[in-house]
């Protein structure tokens, strides 16, 4: 597999806007705190990294991965964000529950988007083990926040362009 040997956080290739004009919401989950506060902080550092102010960078706490779609569709139904960052791990259990999980949070997550037709981006782990999620989450493979973070700026300059 190449993602064993790679970072998957390298924007070397392509020129990120620039963040400043822009105001973002990171919806993060607080179940796996240890991962998605290494997400957030990836997340954060990536928008200020390219000109954000931390004054137009909302943060909003929900309780598991689930919620990131309930609490990016409170973010966009009260506040002017330009792109939302959603947060979250979920690591493959012995059930069903994590396909039940992750299903529902990836279509929730494109489903407010759509509705509110604003950038929701979907910074969401879903790994086989706790081992692969901190690998993502700033270890060898990059920082999955950064990259939602990334993806937040870009999409939110495509918007305002048309």
Known sequence: MASSIKNLSDFSHI?????????????????NAEITGALLNGAISGLEKHGAKESNIEIIEVPGSFELTSGADIALRNQSFDAVICLGCVIQGETRHFDFICNAVANGISNVGLKYNKPVIFGVLTTDNLQQALDR?????GNKGEEAAITAIQMATIAQKF
């Open 137 to 141: 989450a700033g270890g060898k493979h």
């Open 15 to 31: 020129q990120v806007a620039d963040a400043s004009p822009f105001r973002f919401a990171i919806v993060v989950a607080q179940w």
